[in-house]
């Protein structure tokens, strides 16, 4: 099972992962139906998650019944213990939206809640995140998880979600860290062996490996950077990595 994951979501294109992956994975979960995890998004329980990652697959990661990977569960119960997000409607922005959370986000937030997306067949709105086509003070929430590790220039991007959030509001922005954490985030554009840019920056479609500076980063976009720890208090039954830090991103 493992490998068979590690080859799928290594050679083939995501948009098509994300179009036809849902039917065949909610039929192996059948396979592993128990009760010693749970996933708090779709509410499934299993004797385990199943294996997921491109070389050297995590277990426990994967929630077959709506494809939830550990950061998706951390940032659901973030949202659900120490936000508004589900006490009332706002104007949330997901980019690059993933495909667990697209259908509860839109039952809280309904019209407000908008996906974009350069090339998922899953958003609404085709959008580069360097020129987001939303006018000022805009969103209350925008989420990019797992984006700007992709993107050309991520202090741009994040400049343009700091202009699209309204005053007061707030970004989830999470990135891989792969161990070793470099202090400074890494960049190299001449790298351009697919298998290369893999080994070095965990994806051959990654432009960077973000350091322990990620936080300044955030800083230099005009957004205030936090780092929260709130994985370090959740239960194992939801199959978290509990070392990852959430960070997000204000506009005051």
Known sequence: MKKLISLLIRFVPRKYLQLFSGVGLKALGIFYMGNQVE?????????????????????????????????????????????????????VLQIAPEHCFMKPFEAQHGEGYITADIESPLAKVKMDIHEIPFGENHFDVVLCNHVLEHVKDDIKAMSEIKRVLKPGGWAILQVPFFSPVPDVTFEDNSITDPREREKIFGQDDHVRMFGK????????????????????????????????????????
């Open 213 to 252: 500076d990620y936080s300044k980063r955030i800083q230099r976009s005009g957004l205030k950077a936090e780092e929260n720890d709130f994985a370090f208090s959740q239960s194992d039954r939801y199959g978290l990595q509990k070392a990852e830090i959430i960070y997000l991103g204000r506009k005051s």
């Open 39 to 91: 996933c708090p998004i779709c509410k499934n329980h299993y004797r385990q998650f199943l294996p997921y990652g491109r070389i050297n697959p995590r277990p426990n990661a994967l929630c077959p019944g709506c494809l939830s990977l550990e950061r998706h569960r951390l940032i659901w119960l973030y949202l659900q213990q120490k936000t508004n997000f589900f006490q009332q409607k706002l104007k």
